[in-house]
């Protein structure tokens, strides 16, 4: 059964950092392109960030860059987001998604339909 689990979520404070993990089991995350999404209450999700099979990575928002950075350690078999300065506005459950992009060397364009998503992972950011 191919599944995505996030953790590494919780409180932060404005300014702060945060590191979360995307491990993936029944299937080996090499071969994927692997995006990390985020949904705030009230609003629609929206993507964030993505890492190709290859290793190359794609901004989603305007708003991460910067701050966001996304790396995969394919002998863990996990992808991370590192989220620097936090802002309240960060605050949403994020989520993973993986999908078998034909050219692994970039990522799937936003808005790119991803095949196998994780249950997500709270994040707020408040003082």
């Known amino acids: 059964q191919l599944q995505l689990v996030e953790s590494g979520g919780g409180l932060v404070q404005p300014g702060g950092s945060l590191r979360l993990s995307c491990a993936a089991s029944?299937?080996?995350?090499?071969?994927?392109?692997i995006g990390w999404f985020r949904q705030a209450p009230g609003k629609e999700r929206e993507g964030v960030i993505c890492i190709s099979s290859h290793g190359g990575s794609t901004n989603y928002a305007d708003s991460v860059k910067g701050r966001f950075t996304i790396s995969r350690d394919n002998t863990k078999n996990t992808v991370y987001l590192q989220m620097n300065s936090l802002k309240p506005e960060d605050t949403a459950v994020y989520y993973c998604?993986?999908?078998?992009?034909?050219?692994?060397?970039?990522?799937?364009?936003?808005?790119?339909?991803?095949?196998?998503w994780g249950q997500g992972t709270q994040v707020t950011v408040s003082s």
């Open positions: 998604a993986a999908v078998q992009f034909p050219i692994r060397i970039v990522c799937p364009p936003r808005g790119a339909r991803y095949d196998y």
């Open positions: 029944g299937f080996t995350l090499d071969n994927y392109a």
